[in-house]
């Protein structure tokens, strides 16, 4: 059973930073592609970044260049470093792992920034 943990999240002033982690209990970790998602209420869960095993990134148009994903495979955990936070950063937080057709996601984390 893979399972991924994330932390990090919390409240913050706009403009401030927060990094995320995500631990991901899977033997093949290396070998998978992690992204990290966000929803905010009432809107759908959307990709805010993406890193593959072979450490392409990706980024959504909104937080190029605030966000950076990056990984250690030898601790299977994924990162996003958040610099430069707005108000409609705020959103729950998912970490996803995917291997082939099997995908995974955490429990999420709540990142909260105040105006």
């Known amino acids: 059973q893979v399972q991924l943990v994330e932390s990090g999240g919390g409240l913050v002033q706009a403009g401030g930073s927060l990094r995320l982690s995500c631990v991901v209990s899977?033997?093949?970790?290396?070998?998978?592609?992690m992204g990290w998602y966000r929803q905010a209420p009432g809107k759908q869960r959307e990709l805010v970044a993406g890193i593959s095993s072979g450490g392409s990134t990706n980024y959504a148009d909104s937080v190029k260049g605030r966000f950076t994903i990056s990984r250690d495979n030898a601790k299977k955990t994924v990162y996003l470093q958040m610099n430069s936070l707005k108000y409609e950063d705020t959103a729950v937080y998912y970490c996803?792992?995917?291997?082939?057709?099997?995908?995974?996601w955490g429990q999420g984390t709540q990142v909260t920034v105040s105006s």
């Open positions: 996803n792992w995917g291997l082939g057709q099997s995908n995974y």
């Open positions: 899977a033997n093949m970790f290396s070998v998978g592609d």
